[in-house]
């Protein structure tokens, strides 16, 4: 009998545990996307001008430069590796940054984050509201990576993006760093992740 109890009590223990870690990764998680209904009637083309910094990261930094980057466009001063050390939600080792760790922050800086998923006609309609949007791409677990969307130009079936992976400026007088054509773009935005692909984050004042 006292072999059977203390088996009990072993398994009631490890239910336990697995009920506070599924509670805690729910937690990190949180919020989870919501589903975007804005399809605003989009002009062919849109772009955001206002000047900004575009820094360049550290590996596995890219949650604080993009979200630095957007900060800084309602006028707020961030520089993205303070903005890093003091990001929380970090995946131990690889140092990424949770979704959470970037809308916190946000909210820190007194501005409104949300998170959606949605296609990319949500996507421009959301671009149109004359704030920088981020966007979450990736492969899976092998990489994922955050940029931050400035313009678009339906015609040419380009985007533009601020890429803080990129050393140099390829886009000219075309806003942001880095230029895709819709049709990659959107095999990175389906990165492989079962709740977070085809997401982006707005932010408003």
């Not at 990764?25 to 975007?36: E, R, T, V």
């Not at 772009?47 to 820094?55: G, L």
């Not at 890429?163 to 390829?170: A, I, L, T």
Request: glycine residues 6%; hydrophobic residues 40%.
């Amino acid at each position: 009998m006292k072999v059977g109890f203390m088996n009990n009590k072993k398994v009631i223990f490890g239910l336990i545990m697995v009920a506070f870690i599924f509670i805690g990764a729910i937690y990190c998680l949180l919020p989870l996307p919501q589903s975007d209904t804005d399809t605003l009637n989009c002009p062919s083309e849109f772009y955001i001008t206002t000047n900004n910094q575009f820094e360049l990261q550290p590996p596995g930094q890219c949650a604080a430069y993009s979200s630095a980057f957007v900060v800084r466009h309602f006028g707020h001063e961030a520089e993205s590796d303070m903005v890093y050390k003091h990001m929380r939600f970090k995946i131990p080792v690889s140092g990424y940054v949770l979704p959470k760790g970037m809308i916190i922050y946000i909210q820190e800086s007194d501005l409104k984050p949300e998170i959606y998923r949605g296609n990319l006609l949500n996507l421009k309609s959301r671009l149109t509201k004359s704030n920088p949007v981020i966007v979450l791409i990736g492969q899976g677990l092998q990489w994922q990576h955050y940029m931050t969307l400035l313009g678009y130009n339906t015609t040419e079936k380009e985007l533009y993006f601020y890429d803080s992976k990129k050393s140099s400026d390829e886009n000219g007088a075309l806003p942001g760093n880095r230029t895709l054509t819709e049709d990659y773009f959107l095999t990175l935005w389906d990165n492989g992740l079962p709740i977070f692909n085809h997401v982006y984050i707005t932010v408003s004042a």
